[in-house]
């Protein structure tokens, strides 16, 4: 049921994406946006729910793989008793059809080698009817049409040995059977397109890898960080880059859905939408990268997403902006691992999370102080969002985690609140737009006054999860690391110490104590971002040798190709969570950056 989460490696045309397994499976594939139905999912499956691998015949994983420099084309090599193969596999950026384009070539020797392609629309749930014409073998299924372009020579034909057409029953493959020789390139192009059109566009599969190799060098030479972790700097990214959706500038968590928090169990979310929050971080990082041009693409999305009643932001939207978002258990899918139920589309979007006011502001500032000319329409939103704030602070909310258990008074909403109006203040001066200061200073005042009397435990002096509660959660250390306070605080001290003696886990932190209440059964792994957070505030209270050493050994847990997911499990030493995941990138890039001031 799929490899191991860290097996993965990720394929973007920066509208959706693949995941591409060790084993030359591509395992998880959504057309033709990232949140469309899969029509590859053995990744919570098997491959009878979709898959297409290309591997010599017999051979298991590959015996080596990389991202070919800067970019996200992805080379995966076999070394086998006949010789060695190697395996190139690509989605070009879009013209007008999503494309995933896989080139064989032998290097070595006479290495017979076998692709096999299960096409399954909706989730793994409907197999297609597939005809054959003169080029291509074509899968349809309701809106979805699949055409796979078959290499002259080649020798193609139905797994159970029937003519493929309707009725050819499930468990039906496309299968692809030849000898790799060496200097010899065979190249196999699966194309989408609604299933009302009539032919596929033909390509010339040598001319998309040279563009597609083209345009992420270009872009990944705009980076403007010169520090000691350029490699892990750039690679993430180029995964946060990968998970922009460029018609729009709406930027997804992930493109999973439903990788487990544990094996087995059942905390497994869709993330393959855009939140506020995760957007404005994910923004932040690129900022600070020196890429502008995702801002502005962010900023335009920010206002058609919001546009509305102000009092009605939501924490969460469809990669247009999609508001309606509806959950729902996937009960054909055995789940990854067997870890059930699988879920598609969020709950989260009917929360109210009043830390994304916070995040969103922050995003902005950084966007000005980088450059970015305040607009007027975003002016007028960020006016708008603050007399939203400015009415609903004092609410209780689900908080940063998404608890479903009921809604509480959290430390971090209400610390990200005061980020809001602290950023909104600073921007008003620097720019002397017209804005009601006043009223913005006493919101700041009002909630930091607010924060220090209430979420402090009177006993430990140490911010706690929220009013009145004694448990800690790793999101206080934004105490830290926005300026709330001054980082010779005793209270900043005594809270960044108590999170990492108290959430400890194999040397990394948790959220929050698994017997906090979250409205979930079960415990879940180390949370990546946490560590980073927590090597942010050592930094930040000058315990930088501490801080770099926590900062190493984090980033150390990234796959071989530079991906990291949620979670990590310290005891099976493996990745948990759904991959890869734009919040542990974003930590990342903005530890090193701190690290590095």
């Not at 070919?68 to 060695?84: A, I, N």
């Not at 390509?203 to 270009?218: G, I, M, Q, S, V």
């Amino acid at each position: 049921m799929g490899g191991r989460i860290e097996d993965y490696a990720l394929l973007s045309d920066l509208q959706t994406a693949a995941l591409v397994g060790r084993d030359g499976s591509v395992d998880w594939l959504c057309l033709p946006r990232f949140d469309s139905p899969s029509c590859f999912a053995a990744l919570l499956g098997t491959p009878e729910h979709g898959a297409w691998r290309i591997a010599p015949v017999g051979a298991g994983d590959c015996t080596g793989r990389r991202y070919l420099g800067d970019t996200l084309v992805l080379e995966s090599r076999w070394r086998t008793p006949d010789g060695e193969v190697k395996v190139t596999d690509l989605m070009p950026h879009r013209d007008r059809a999503p494309r995933l384009v896989r080139i064989v070539e032998g290097v070595s020797g006479a290495v017979p080698v076998r692709g096999e392609l299960r096409l399954r629309f909706h989730h793994g749930r409907v197999d297609p009817w597939v005809r054959r014409t003169e080029h291509h073998r074509v899968a349809v299924a309701g809106p979805d049409a699949a055409w796979l372009r078959v290499p002259p020579g080649v020798h193609t034909y139905g797994a159970n040995g029937a003519a493929a057409g309707p009725g050819t029953g499930a468990g039906l493959a496309t299968v692809s059977e030849f000898t790799a020789l060496p200097g010899v390139r065979v190249p196999f192009v699966l194309t989408w397109q609604p299933s009302h059109l009539a032919t596929a566009p033909r390509t010339d599969p040598e001319a998309l890898l040279a563009a597609t190799l083209a345009d992420w060098r270009a872009w990944a030479g705009q980076l403007s960080y010169r520090g000691e972790w350029r490699e892990a700097v750039l690679r993430s990214l180029l995964t946060l880059k990968a998970l922009a959706y460029e018609p729009t500038g709406g930027i997804v968590a992930a493109p999973t859905s439903s990788l487990p928090e544990v094996p087995g169990g059942e905390r497994n979310w869709d993330y393959r939408f855009c939140w506020l929050r995760d957007s404005a971080m994910t923004l932040s990082a690129l900022l600070r990268g020196g890429f502008r041009q995702e801002a502005a693409a962010w900023r335009k999305w920010l206002l058609r997403a919001v546009a509305g009643d102000p009092s009605d932001v939501q924490a969460v939207y469809g990669v247009a902006g999609e508001r309606g978002l509806p959950e729902i258990e996937a009960d054909w899918l055995p789940g990854h691992l067997g870890s059930r139920p699988v879920r598609f589309g969020n709950a989260a979007v009917g929360q109210l999370q009043l830390d994304v006011y916070g995040e969103v502001v922050d995003t902005l500032d950084l966007a000005l102080r980088a450059g970015l000319p305040m607009e007027r329409q975003v002016w007028g939103l960020l006016r708008t969002l603050l007399g939203s704030l400015a009415a609903r602070w004092r609410e209780p909310d689900e908080g940063l985690w998404e608890v479903r258990c009921g809604r509480r008074q959290f430390t971090h909403s209400k610390v990200m609140a005061w980020v809001a109006a602290d950023r909104a203040v600073r921007m008003a001066e620097a720019t002397g737009l017209p804005a009601p200061l006043e009223q913005w200073r006493a919101l700041r005042d009002a909630v930091h006054a607010e924060v220090c009397e209430r979420a402090v435990d009177p006993r430990r002096k140490v911010f706690v999860r929220s009013y009145g509660a004694t448990e800690l959660d790793a999101a206080t250390l934004f105490v830290a690391t926005t300026g709330f306070l001054p980082p010779d605080d005793e209270r900043v001290v005594r809270t960044v110490e108590a999170v990492r003696r108290d959430l400890d886990h194999g040397g990394l932190v948790r959220r929050y104590r698994a017997g906090a209440a979250d409205g979930l059964p079960g415990s879940e792994g180390a949370f990546l971002a946490c560590s980073f957070w927590l090597a942010d505030a050592l930094a930040v209270i000058g315990r930088r040798a501490e801080a770099r050493e926590l900062f190493v050994r984090t980033a150390s847990l990234a796959n071989d190709l530079g991906l990291l997911s949620e979670q990590w499990d310290p005891l099976a030493r493996r990745q948990l969570g759904n991959t890869p995941q734009a919040f542990t990138h974003v930590a990342l890039v903005n530890t090193a950056f701190r690290m590095g001031s």
